[in-house]
């Protein structure tokens, strides 16, 4: 049972437009939810959280929303980079005393960023 | 450098093999949390600890076993391997056990089972 799911494999933009990943959860009781970018050959590094408090949160160029109802959230990258071209992971966990501390993982997307 | 070592980077054994994999977290960071990549795979998640205890489970199969050691360091432990074992095995690390903190991650080791 896929408790996170990222339904885009890849994704290619052009450099300096809009990326926006998506991602869509099941499990009503995920409170925090983080994007991990991975490059090839390393382990992935943490981007972007937010708290299920909030509905955006935002860093630099990295913007994440939270839509609780629709149980969605997604990133966006504005403006893009070559250097942001990786594969983008979405996990979710739940806080203390919640259904999991754990972090769940989506399957990824792969961002090509085109110069 | 995330401040979590794994080691080795990379492993190749034959089937039927065990093999031990190690980690050390970040200074400070009392959970770890193990994690395998399969080929066109997201990360799955094995298994986590909090300062020495076993915290949550995921899919973790019986032929695969961790432990936290008094020193924070954790071993993930696969015997019987298959070839389908072969995968990235990351391991993270956070200060705490519970949800709202970022974990940070190793650059995993290799496993090449043949």
């Known amino acids: 049972d896929q408790q996170v799911k990222q339904n885009s494999p890849s994704l290619s933009v052009q450099e300096g437009r809009i990326s926006i990943l998506n991602c869509d959860y099941t499990n009503s009781m995920f409170d925090y939810f983080l994007w991990y970018k991975k490059y090839p050959a390393e382990g992935p590094t943490f981007l972007i959280s937010i708290s299920s408090i909030k509905d955006k949160n935002e860093d630099g160029r990295f913007t994440v929303f939270l839509n609780k109802s629709a149980k969605h959230l997604s990133l966006h990258i504005v403006p893009s980079q070559p250097g942001d071209s990786a594969v983008y992971f979405c996990a979710a966990s739940g806080s203390y005393g919640g259904a999991t501390n754990k972090l769940i993982f989506g399957t990824g997307t792969l961002l090509a960023v085109q110069p | 450098d995330s401040g979590v070592t794994q080691t080795p980077k990379h492993l190749i054994t034959a089937t039927g093999q065990r093999v031990t994999l190690r980690c050390s977290p970040r200074s400070g960071d009392l959970s770890v949390y193990w994690y395998q990549q399969s080929l066109d795979q997201g990360l799955q998640f094995l298994i986590q600890y909090y300062n020495g205890e076993e915290r949550a489970k995921g899919n973790i199969l019986e032929r695969f076993s961790a432990q936290q050691f008094p020193d924070l360091h954790s071993e993930l432990n696969l015997s019987s391997l298959e070839l389908g074992d072969s995968a990235l095995y990351f391991c993270?690390?956070?200060?705490?056990?519970?949800?709202?903190?970022?974990?940070?991650f190793g650059q995993g080791t290799r496993l090449t089972v043949v």
């Open positions: 993270a690390s956070s200060v705490e056990g519970y949800g709202d903190t970022e974990a940070f």
